[in-house]
C-alpha cells in the first residue's frame, strides 16, 4: 500500500532564510515522487519530480528534492524564501503503472517579512 | 504545450440543482483525466478515473450517481454534480495525461459552493 505523509501541516519561516518541508512515503514498488505548489484558487502546479534518476532533484523557481530511499523521505527544500512562495505544498507519490497520484495532506507555507 | 482548461472557475448555485464542470485538453489528445476534490485544509483525494470512450471508475465512497463523469472526446470530461447540496461546496480539479506518465496537467480548478 501506499501512502504519503507530510510531517507539517503549517511551516512559517522569514523572508531570506531557508525552506525545510518534509514529506515521508511507504511504497511497494520503486515510486515516482513529485512536489507540487497550490497558490490560493489556482491550479496545481508541478515544482519538481523524482523518476529514479538522480536522487537529488531541481525545480523551478530554486526549489530541490532529495529522495534518500533509506528514511523513505523526499524532503523539499530552498535556501533562501521569497514572499512569493507562500502557498501550500503537496507531496504526491505515484508507483507502478503511474495512473495514479497520491496525495500527501498538504504544508501551508507563511512567509514572514 | 500540455494545457488544462477547466471551466467554470467558480460557481454558485442552488441546492438540489446540477452543476456542469468542463475539463478539456487544449493542445494534446487525454486518454485518461482525473477528477479530484479538494476540502478546506484537507489534501486533494481522487475521485473518479475517466477514460475515454468508457465508463468512470470511482473511488470507494464516491457516489457515481451524485457524481456524473463523462468522457466522451480525446479532450474533453465533464463533472457533473447532480442534486447538488451544501455539503458537495468544494474545490474540483481536473488532470489529464496522454499517456506519458511524467505529463500529467492539473487544471486551474472550479471553486463550487452550493447555497
Known amino acids: 500500500a501506499q501512502s504519503v505523509t507530510q510531517l507539517d501541516s503549517h511551516v512559517s519561516v522569514s523572508e531570506g532564510t531557508p525552506v525545510l518541508l518534509r514529506c515521508n512515503y511507504s511504497?511497494?514498488?520503486?515510486?515516482?515522487l513529485f512536489w507540487y505548489v497550490q497558490h490560493p484558487n489556482k491550479g496545481l502546479q508541478l515544482l519538481l519530480k523524482?523518476?529514479?534518476?538522480?536522487?537529488l532533484v531541481k525545480g523551478i523557481n530554486g526549489f530541490e528534492a532529495e529522495f534518500k530511499k533509506s528514511e523513505t523521505s523526499f524532503h523539499l527544500t530552498k535556501p533562501s524564501a521569497h514572499m512569493s512562495d507562500a502557498a501550500e505544498y503537496f507531496c504526491?507519490?505515484?508507483?507502478?503503472?503511474?495512473?495514479?497520484?497520491?496525495f500527501g495532506t498538504g504544508t501551508s507555507l507563511t512567509v514572514i517579512p | 504545450g500540455a494545457v488544462v482548461s477547466q471551466h467554470p472557475s467558480r460557481v454558485i448555485c442552488k441546492s438540489g440543482t446540477s452543476v456542469k464542470i468542463e475539463c478539456r485538453s487544449l493542445?494534446?489528445?487525454?486518454?485518461?483525466m482525473f477528477w479530484y476534490r479538494q476540502f478546506p485544509k484537507q489534501s486533494l483525494m481522487l475521485m473518479a478515473t475517466?477514460?475515454?470512450?468508457?465508463?468512470?471508475?470511482?473511488e470507494q465512497g464516491v457516489e457515481k450517481d451524485k457524481f456524473l463523469i463523462n468522457h466522451a472526446s480525446l479532450t474533453l470530461s465533464t463533472l457533473t454534480v447532480t442534486s447538488a447540496h451544501p455539503e458537495d461546496s468544494s474545490f474540483y480539479i481536473c488532470?489529464?495525461?496522454?499517456?506519458?506518465?511524467?505529463?500529467?496537467?492539473f487544471g486551474s480548478g472550479t471553486r463550487l459552493t452550493v447555497v
Open positions: 488532470s489529464a495525461s496522454k499517456g506519458d506518465f511524467y505529463g500529467y496537467t
Open positions: 511504497s511497494s514498488y520503486s515510486p515516482s
Open positions: 523524482y523518476t529514479s534518476a538522480a536522487t
Open positions: 504526491v507519490v505515484s508507483e507502478g503503472s503511474g495512473n495514479q497520484f497520491y
Open positions: 493542445d494534446f489528445q487525454a486518454t485518461t
Open positions: 475517466s477514460n475515454e470512450g468508457s465508463k468512470a471508475t470511482y
